[in-house]
């Protein structure tokens, strides 16, 4: 559905008063291409919710912790719940550098170790085999 609609009158939580009260409210699409809603709490605080999330979190349950939504066909815009799942969220960027940092760690002790008792010429070739790789 492309739009919400809401009555000015109701009072929170309760029925329609007239049909002919409500409002129709244009879908929103924020900039990262995910369509938003924006919901207000029993004190009109407002609260921006992706409309993806609301969907998982009222048909499916709860989101996962370390979960994120996932759009099965690539369309953000495609929020019908055939469309949506939870799953793990990707490792970020400062996760791999982090991964890459220690596995470079762990080559060159484990150089270091080749090299103890060895002439220093042996350690230059090995420096350069490591650079080939």
Avoid at 4 to 33: F, L
Avoid at 52 to 62: D, R, S
Avoid at 98 to 112: F, L
């Amino acid at each position: 559905m492309s739009a919400q609609r809401q009555n000015r009158a109701d009072p929170p939580g309760g029925e329609p008063i007239r049909d002919e009260e409500w409002v129709r409210v244009p879908a929103v699409v924020d900039v990262n291409g995910d369509k938003i809603v924006t919901l207000h709490d029993e004190r009109g605080r407002p609260e921006t919710r992706l409309l993806a999330e609301l969907m998982l979190e009222a048909f499916v349950g709860p989101r996962p912790s370390g979960h994120v939504v996932h759009f099965k066909d690539g369309n953000r815009l495609n929020c019908q719940l055939t469309n949506l799942e939870w799953v793990a969220a990707p490792a970020t960027r400062d996760q791999t550098a982090r991964a890459r940092a220690i596995a470079t760690r762990e080559r060159a002790d484990a150089m270091r170790r080749t090299l103890e008792g060895r002439p220093h010429s042996d350690s230059a070739l090995l420096v350069a085999e490591d650079r080939l790789r």
